[in-house]
C-alpha cells in the first residue's frame, strides 16, 4: 500500500497517538441583519471576524482529512498538517501531471518542497523560504492552509468581505471573499471560506474545487519530507505527453 492511503487511513479512523475524535463545533453565521440591529456596518464586522478567525488559524496546530471536489465526479481526499516546530504539509491525490500523480506540497525550514508521492517518493526544493510555490509546480490547495491567511489578515488589501451562508455539509461561519483591485493578480483566491470558531478551515469553495472538512487528529511535533530531496525537475500540473511509439523496422531482405 502506497505511504498516501496509509496516512489516510490512519487519520480517517483515528488511529494515531493523541488523536481527538471530536470535530469542531460549528460557530453561530452573523446575518446581515443582526449586525444592522446592533449598529455595525455588516461589511466592516465580516472582515473583522475574518481576519480575526484568520489571526487564529496562523497559530493553530492540527492534521486533518478533507474532501476535494473538482468537479470530475471523483472526490479526494486531501491531508493538511501544521506541525507545532511551524513546519507544515498538504498532501494532495491526482493533484500533477493532469490528475494522475499523487503530489505533496511542504515547507521545512530550507523552504517549500514539491513531493511526489507513491512507492519512489521524492522531494524537489521549489522556492526559497518565503516566495510561493511556482504557477507551473503549483497544486494549488496548500494556498487555502496558509498562503492565503496573512492577506486575510491584513486590513489593507482590497478584498471585499461579507457573511454568508454555510455551504452545504459545512462547520462554522462562511465568508464570501472577493477581489476589489483592478489587478489580474487577486491577493487571494476569491471564493467562499468557512472556519471554526477556534480558526481551523472547515471549508473552502474557490474556482479549482470544493474542500470540506472530515476529521482531525493531534498535530506532530513536525512534518517530515516524504521522500529524499533530489535534483531534478518537478512535477508539472498538466498530463504528461504520450510516449513516442517507435515504427518497426522490418530486416532487410525481407518482402510483405
Known sequence: MRRFAFIV?????????GCSGDTPEAAPSPSASAAASAGVDPVTDASDALAGLAALALDRRYAALYTWDVGDGRPRNVIAMVA????WRVDVPRGAQGGTSDVAIVRTAAGLHQCSLGINASCVLVAEKGDKVPAAYDPKVQRLFRQWLPAFTDRHEALAVSAVRPLEGAQGTCYSVDSVSASLDAPVDVGIYCYAADGLLTAARVNFGVLKFVKQVAAPATVQLPGPVVSAAPLGMDAPPPPVVQPSVQPSGLTG
Open 9 to 17: 487511513t490512519l487519520l480517517a479512523l483515528g488511529l494515531t497517538a
Open 84 to 87: 507545532n516546530d511551524g513546519t
